[in-house]
């Protein structure tokens, strides 16, 4: 705060504050405000971000911390850029964490939020923002191992031709899993088999097959990696030597081993590869569950891929929160 004396609204925050007892919100709002590497990823977005005029004329720009954190809060509470700014005038908390006394200013507009995204999706920032996480975890000492879990989820769009185009997003696609029929797109993902946290993500239309991504979910230096049926054929595909995929085999291919004992021992081979996979359920868990991204906000998949990939920055640094703040007090 810029003044010595807080001014009536921050006063009346305080007091309440000594009755208050604190929600999960508060919680998870400080944890990450310790665990996120704001200098770093300052640094990586100040070189695009508006600076003030020379002359000093027209509006000056808020401070690219303040818009970065409501732009996470966003991603956190799948907010759309009005609800944010509503947000912001109704939660306490979030305004603690943004750092907004509405004593002395108010909360940045829908549109300002909305122009802050943009420039993220016109410099492909999303990708600087994955980029830089990654470097904050490795150098606490999550690197990456020598095992990788590949795999996808489906992400559902609008169907709906109630716009003004009057038809549904051209880059989402329909794709068929088990007897139901989905429309939307696909965020797929390579996770480290050690650490648990998301090194590549890549984002498709839904009916792109799995087995086409394979090989984008490597960081190259691994020499197992893990999938399902999916990703069939991804072995062949591949032109590392020394590398070994454990592909889940089709259920029809086990059920025509005549051989009861033989079947047992394959279904049991396939049980232990399963329960290796199932680690990379958790990354989706906390997108979908915890940050409530279950469906995409966006028209396009440029758009929604950015958010993709932010979102999973965003997990990493959640999934390993423990870990950084035993680290750094």
Not at 126 to 147: C, E, P, R, Y
Not at 246 to 260: C, M
Not at 265 to 293: D, M, N, T
């Amino acid at each position: 705060m810029t003044h010595k004396q807080m001014t009536l609204s921050a006063q009346a925050d305080a007091g309440f504050d000594q009755f208050r007892k604190p929600t999960r919100r508060d919680v998870f709002l400080s944890e990450m405000d310790k665990v996120v590497p704001w200098s770093e990823l300052c640094a990586a977005i100040e070189p695009h971000y508006p600076k003030v005029r020379e002359d000093g004329s027209g509006r000056r720009p808020i401070g690219l911390e303040r818009m970065l954190r409501i732009h996470f809060l966003q991603q956190w509470y799948a907010l759309s850029d009005p609800a944010v700014e509503e947000a912001l005038y109704d939660s306490t908390s979030m305004r603690r964490f943004v750092g907004i006394d509405l004593g002395q200013e108010g909360a940045p507009d829908e549109t300002t939020v909305c122009k802050f995204r943009h420039l993220l999706e016109q410099h492909g920032l999303a990708d600087t923002i994955f980029a830089v996480v990654k470097a904050h975890l490795s150098k606490q000492g999550m690197k990456l191992s020598q095992g990788t879990i590949v795999d996808a989820t489906i992400i559902a769009a609008p169907s709906s031709t109630k716009n003004r185009d009057k038809k549904r997003d051209p880059d989402m696609h329909q794709t068929r899993k088990g007897n139901q029929w989905y429309f939307g797109m696909k965020a797929h993902i390579g996770m480290d088999k050690a650490t648990g946290l998301v090194h590549a993500v890549t984002s498709t239309a839904a009916h792109v097959a799995d087995v086409t991504q394979a090989t984008e979910l490597l960081h190259g230096k691994e020499r197992h990696v893990y999938a399902d049926a999916g990703y069939t054929g991804a072995d062949k595909r591949d032109t590392k030597r020394g590398r070994h995929w454990h592909i889940a085999a089709k259920r029809n291919l086990i059920k025509r081993i005549q051989d009861p004992k033989l079947r047992d021992l394959h279904e049991h081979i396939e049980h232990i590869k399963a329960s290796i996979r199932a680690l990379v359920e958790h990354p989706f868990r906390v997108i979908k569950r915890q940050f409530g991204h279950t469906k995409a906000r966006y028209r396009g998949l440029a758009k929604n891929g950015a958010q993709v990939k932010t979102l999973f920055a965003l997990a990493n640094l959640w999934m390993a929160r423990k870990r950084l703040l035993a680290t750094t007090g």
